[in-house]
């Protein structure tokens, strides 16, 4: 099983509807992220939580929200989605060490 | 505006030869770079670090270089093997471990 599990892998939603990603980790780590990709913009940081009582907005977190229901849980909605939100989005898990992110392999998600 | 730079969008490259990318950044106070390595339909997976204590480090046929006067970090891969082609991302953080990532160089390693 993967260390960072993230579902749907793959989604297509219309206008308006609401959606949500989640995101579940096996690696005990106490930090999560959700980043979205976009071709020539790379990883944009939306929403991280460094426990579970704590959510902290990323550099692009308009539109977005997340709910951390537990140190292995972290889920990133979007109450009324729009094409711009079409991208690849990623969620990740970190500890206290700066040995960087374990990533998830991604949700791509399309809005018509 | 875009705190960490990857200002090639690709690299091709021989097989054998060696792989240099690169990677500006504008913020003073980053103190940890990474470099990670994303293969289609997979996330990115960690390869390399660097603190700003040093200029240099090493792990197998990686290197990385940080010249923190020059802002500017670059990563050698030697020698470039057909299994190396794919987007390389540097990230910087500022003691927060919350990164900043650049906007990617697709490598190719021509066989």
């Known amino acids: 099983d993967a260390d960072v599990t993230q579902t749907p892998r793959n989604r297509i939603t219309k206008t308006g509807k609401r959606i949500m990603l989640e995101c579940s980790q096996t690696?005990?780590?106490?930090?999560m992220y959700w980043y979205r990709q976009d071709p020539g913009l790379g990883l944009r940081l939306i929403y991280y939580s460094f426990d579970v009582k704590d959510i902290n907005k990323g550099e692009i977190s308009d539109g977005y929200s997340v709910s951390r229901q537990a140190q292995a849980k972290f889920s990133l909605s979007l109450e009324s989605a729009i094409p711009n939100q079409t991208a690849l989005y990623f969620c990740?898990?970190?500890?206290?060490?700066?040995?960087?992110?374990?990533f998830g392999s991604g949700t791509r998600l399309t809005v018509v | 505006d875009q705190q960490v730079k990857q200002n090639s969008p690709s690299l091709s490259v021989q097989e054998g030869r060696i792989s240099i990318l690169n990677c500006d950044y504008t913020n003073s106070m980053f103190d940890y770079f990474l470099w990670y390595k994303k293969y289609p339909a997979e996330g990115p997976t960690f390869l390399i670090s660097?603190?700003?204590?040093?200029d240099k480090n090493e792990d197998g046929r990686f290197t990385v270089f940080l010249n923190k006067s020059a802002k500017h970090l670059s990563l050698h891969i030697v020698p470039s093997q057909p299994g190396d082609s794919a987007v390389y991302f540097c990230?910087?953080?500022?003691?927060?471990?919350?990164?900043?990532f650049g906007t990617g160089t697709r490598l190719k390693v021509l066989a």
């Open positions: 690696k005990g780590h106490d930090r």
């Open positions: 990740a898990t970190s500890d206290l060490q700066r040995g960087g992110y374990t």
């Open positions: 990230a910087a953080s500022e003691g927060t471990y919350k990164y900043i």
């Open positions: 660097i603190s700003s204590i040093k």
